[in-house]
């Protein structure tokens, strides 16, 4: 009964959306009602939600109580704890003796955070998505967990709910918001006790994990679950394809949501809407399932450190690279700053994220909406990266090699600009020898460029006039 009104409801959808033919109405009544098993060869045959694919730009911000010592990184508490004497006589030196970690939640101020000053930075980035740590390892909710007694910024520090507050702003800017969190937490005596009993008692999933991933989810509805610290246990601990099977069927968000791969030993890079298999995983090689590169601007750590100096920071053509290979290659790049204590963005951070944002403003249409093209860089010039766009999405390949009719442009972004202005490339060739009335531009100008063919490689002349920037510039080939 429930399905045949499932059925009904559907194909007046499917009418609305202008289908139809009988095939394509019995397809809407799949993809939409479609029940997933609680079992991985099940969970992996979703398709993924589209708007993932096309953002390919995100930013990652780890923010909790380590951003109060800020010394370091996120890892503090357990560095400390687990006896680096880099952190032991930093507190030897700072603090009186008997100071503990939780003392330092009340400094957690955020005195001077405006989420919508954030979101404006954000977008004006280019970034289309945002994932926050609603909690880290150290089990500090950035939200009111009804299972973090005291341990939570609504009653101690900021005295804010940080998840609801960004999520709202970075929405009304047109962006997606996501929530990272971590599966264990060091210190929760719930999670050692299971872990004592080597994980066949599962009181942790069942009394807090669980019950806080559902509520960030019904209260939240986050477009992005980011899944992390799930390498001490097993899925089966974790009851990781419970829960995804209820996302997919039966949450707020079934049909919008995406996660990452960090769901229990053995499964990173093997199960998941996407993957990230390592922190800063970044092949350079075209791979078969959606990814993404999760990076730091600050190459040493994820939250924000006091300690951090110049050289240790990405520079705008670093940055660059990071994001252009990974798009390349079929991934997205989630760029990660750490706010502070008071709830700003460091300058040095606001202006590499600005500086990203200006290239995109002119170099946007090579890297947004695009698919890997049938070759990742140049055979030749090996740091020329290249990306299509093509007609169809496909949902189940995201990341395949376009077929040559589908491909409705090519981008080639390149890094160094030549001494005689003229980009010599050879993978675009038979692209060049297939469309006669191919029309070639470097994004940012009108001019249409000139360009030869000889012994195989395409000489293409570069308007000398500067165009605007000093980090990157991308090429357009389309058929007119
Ligand atoms: C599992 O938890 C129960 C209740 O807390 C306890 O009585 C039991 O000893 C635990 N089992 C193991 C194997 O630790
Ligand atoms: C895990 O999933 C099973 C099967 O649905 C369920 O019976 C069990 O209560 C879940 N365990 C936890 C810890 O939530
Ligand atoms: C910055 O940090 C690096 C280590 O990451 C160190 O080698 C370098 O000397 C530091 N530079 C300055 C100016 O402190
Ligand atoms: C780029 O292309 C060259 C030659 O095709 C290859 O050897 C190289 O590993 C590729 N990847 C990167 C990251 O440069």
């Not at 050289?311 to 670093?318: R, T």
């Not at 990203?356 to 990266?385: C, F």
């Not at 442009?409 to 001494?419: H, L, M, R």
């Not at 070639?440 to 000889?454: E, F, P």
Request: aromatic letters at 16%; one cysteine or more.
């Amino acid at each position: 009964m429930l399905y045949l009104l499932l059925w009904c409801i559907n194909i007046v959808i499917a009418s609305i959306n202008g289908y139809t033919d009988k095939q394509n109405v019995i397809e809407a009544f799949e993809l939409n009602t479609k029940r997933y098993r609680s079992d991985w060869k099940d969970l992996d045959t979703r398709p993924l939600p589209e708007w993932y694919d096309r953002a390919k730009i995100g930013i990652f911000l780890h923010w909790g109580v380590f951003s109060v010592p800020s010394f370091g990184s996120e890892w503090f508490w357990s560095n400390w704890v687990g006896g680096n004497q880099k952190y032991i006589d930093f507190m030897n030196k700072n603090y009186p003796p008997g100071f503990t970690y939780q003392e330092f939640a009340p400094m957690f101020k955020a005195e001077f955070f405006d989420p919508d000053e954030w979101a404006t930075l954000f977008k004006r980035a280019g970034a289309k998505y945002i994932v926050l740590t609603s909690k880290h390892h150290e089990g500090f909710t950035l939200f009111p967990s009804k299972r973090s007694f005291s341990w939570n910024s609504v009653e101690v520090g900021p005295k804010r709910d940080l998840v609801g507050d960004i999520a709202q702003s970075v929405r009304k800017q047109g962006m997606k918001f996501g929530v990272y969190h971590s599966l264990y937490e060091w210190y929760n005596p719930i999670y050692l006790e299971d872990k004592r009993s080597l994980f066949l008692n599962k009181s942790y999933p069942s009394t807090k994990l669980w019950p806080d991933i559902k509520q960030l989810v019904n209260d939240y509805q986050p477009s992005v679950l980011w899944s992390d610290g799930d390498w001490e246990a097993f899925d089966a601990y974790w009851n990781s394809t419970d829960l995804l099977a209820w996302l997919y069927n039966d949450s707020p968000v079934k049909d919008e949501i995406v996660v990452n791969d960090r769901w229990g030993i053995g499964i990173p890079c093997h199960h998941g809407d996407f993957y990230n298999c390592a922190d800063r995983y970044n092949p350079g090689t075209l791979q078969p399932h959606k990814w993404e590169n999760a990076f730091t601007v600050d190459s040493k750590s994820w939250g924000y450190r006091r300690n951090m100096n110049l050289s240790e920071i990405l520079s705008d053509k670093q940055l660059l690279k990071e994001i252009v290979s990974t798009v390349s290659c079929g991934g997205n790049a989630l760029i990660n700053v750490g706010p502070t204590k008071e709830g700003t963005i460091a300058p040095i951070f606001q202006e590499r994220l600005l500086a990203l944002g200006d290239w995109l403003q002119v170099n946007g249409e090579a890297i947004y909406d695009t698919s890997p093209w049938i070759r990742q860089n140049d055979s030749l010039n090996n740091d020329v990266w290249y990306t299509c766009t093509k007609q169809q999405y496909d949902g189940f390949n995201p990341t395949s090699k376009p077929k040559a009719t589908d491909v409705t442009a090519i981008f080639a972004t390149f890094f160094e600009w030549p001494k005689d202005d003229v980009l010599s490339i050879r993978d675009v060739v038979i692209y060049l020898h297939r469309h006669n009335t191919l029309r070639v531009t470097l994004l940012g100008s009108d001019r249409t460029l000139k360009w030869k063919i000889a012994s195989g490689v395409a000489y293409i002349e570069l308007p000398k006039e500067s165009v605007k920037s000093n980090v990157g510039w991308s090429l357009k080939f389309c058929n007119i």
